[in-house]
């Protein structure tokens, strides 16, 4: 019993002013200010701390699996490994908050704000980061299957790598302020999979989505404008009515893909394969197709003005004959 009591303050050590003072775990609770405490490891699973404060906080490898944190205060907070399966954070501060690795499955975050936060290689299937904030912040190869991130803020965000299958980004913003980049940088999504996700209306102006994979992914009337689709794999993605001027497209995958009604003005397509593509009504004002593959494309009512196909494959005969 000693034994089992001296573990439980071991495990709890606050460290104020180099000297270490004991708390006990009935002390922790909602709205209690435990900044810059030392409670790795400690077992909170299942507490109700709404509106605590752990700013500076070492909670590495902490136990805080259905914890309620709802608007608590973990800013700078270290978060390393910690398993948060199920936890509420919805309002949460945790901008610049070092959460790799950590584990966030099924966990809600909803507007909660992780500017800058780290969440490199973090287990988040199924989380809810819906409105949430997160300018600058690292997921790289972040587990992030079927999550929502619906009207999430995330420009500047490294998501590169990141698996994102089936997740829903609606109306999420994840671009450039305007272009020329004022503001806020682009994210950065290069190699992440978007497989079935839906980015319907999402802002990914001047976005880094080279190799990423979006087969099957939704990006209806979204706005890709200056993105970089290079090596993607967006074969039966639906890119309906989205803006996707000056987009860099190099040997991207649209096979089957839905472009109709985009604005694709500008574009650089070189090598891109559209092969059973639907580009019925798409806008391609001097848009370069030069070696792209047409075969079994649909071009019906697509503006084409100046547009370029040299060397370009399957051109039906009329276009053929107009860009001689």
Do not use: C
């Amino acid at each position: 019993m000693l034994h089992r009591f001296a573990l439980m303050l071991l495990t709890l050590l606050l460290v104020s002013g180099g000297v270490a003072v004991a708390a006990d775990v009935s002390t922790i609770a909602a709205r209690s200010d435990f900044s810059g405490a030392d409670l790795r490891g400690a077992n909170l699973a299942g507490r109700n701390l709404e509106g605590i404060i752990l700013v500076g906080a070492n909670l590495s490898g902490a136990n805080l699996e259905k914890t309620v944190l709802r608007g608590a205060d973990l800013r700078e907070a270290y978060l390393r490994e910690a398993k948060a399966k199920g936890a509420d954070l919805t309002g949460a501060k945790l901008g610049g908050s070092d959460m790799t690795r950590v584990d966030l499955t099924d966990a809600r975050l909803d507007n909660a704000d992780l500017s800058r936060a780290r969440l490199d290689t973090a287990n988040a299937p199924r989380a809810s980061f819906a409105g949430a904030m997160l300018p600058g912040a690292s997921l790289v190869k972040a587990m992030l299957e079927g999550g929502n991130f619906a009207a999430a803020f995330l420009p500047g965000a490294d998501l590169s790598q990141a698996k994102l299958a089936g997740a829903n980004l609606q109306a999420s913003n994840l671009g450039a302020h305007a272009i020329g980049y004022a503001g806020p940088a682009p994210a950065r999504l290069r190699g992440a999979d978007l497989t079935g996700a839906n980015l319907a209306r999402a802002v990914l102006r001047g976005v880094d989505l080279r190799e990423a994979r979006l087969e099957r992914a939704t990006l209806t009337e979204a706005d890709l404008s200056h993105a970089d689709l290079s090596w993607a794999h967006a074969a039966e993605a639906d890119f309906s009515g989205a803006k996707m001027t000056w987009v860099r497209a190099y040997a991207t995958d649209f096979r089957k893909a839905r472009l109709t009604g985009a604005s694709l003005a500008l574009a650089q397509l070189t090598g891109a394969d559209f092969s059973g593509a639907d580009l019925g009504k798409a806008l391609l004002e001097q848009a370069d197709l030069s070696q792209a593959n047409l075969t079994g494309a649909r071009l019906g009512e697509s503006t084409l003005t100046g547009a370029r196909f040299e060397a370009a494959r399957g051109l039906p005969q009329p276009v053929k004959e107009s860009s001689r």
